[in-house]
């Protein structure tokens, strides 16, 4: 019996994480792979990149490095680094938020921006090509429950609480 068939049957429950993690890693590599390619000399890595996207597609929102940490889940050391190789790159630059100094805001550059402007309607094809190769062989059903199962997921680990 392989390990899809142990999780669909109920007694591989220690392989579920495993294999969402396996999952993660080939989609990242995927995208990576395919983003990074579009910023030759640049040497941006998937985070920067992603960092970028977001902030291109802000449209004028202020965010704060607390926001992209809230909304991917990564420390504020990870985030600092990720935001520090990006200034040192002139791609992004930080200032303060007027009314809580201690909020650090990011924002593209003018270089950032150009190099956005001129690459993101590749970025989202390449995205969408992504997302319909990871839904590829599923149902309108199955997408639902996939979305819903890994919304649990990420909910159940969104508390902090040691279980």
Avoid: C, W
């Avoid at 597609?57 to 940490?69: K, S």
């Avoid at 630059?93 to 150009?114: K, P």
């Avoid at 969408?128 to 839904?135: D, H, W, Y």
Wanted: net charge negative.
């Amino acid at each position: 019996m392989d390990m899809e068939d142990e999780l669909a049957d109920g007694h591989g429950a220690d392989g579920l994480g495993p294999l969402i993690k396996v999952a993660n890693t080939l989609i990242e590599k995927e995208l990576n792979n395919r983003v990074a390619s579009m910023f030759a000399g640049y040497s941006l890595t998937g985070p920067q990149i992603t960092l970028m996207v977001y902030l291109h597609d802000a449209h004028g929102h202020v965010v704060t490095q607390r926001e992209i940490a809230d909304r991917f889940v990564l420390s504020h050391p990870t985030i600092r680094g990720i935001v520090k190789r990006l200034e040192t790159a002139g791609l992004v630059e930080t200032s303060q938020l007027e009314s809580d100094r201690r909020q650090i805001v990011l924002a593209l550059s003018d270089e950032g921006r150009r190099l956005m402007d001129a690459r993101i309607d590749d970025i989202h094809q390449v995205m969408a090509r992504i997302n319909a190769r990871i839904a590829d062989g599923l149902g309108p059903a199955e997408q639902t429950g996939l979305v819903a199962a890994l919304q649990r997921i990420v909910t159940n680990f969104s508390d902090g609480a040691v279980r």
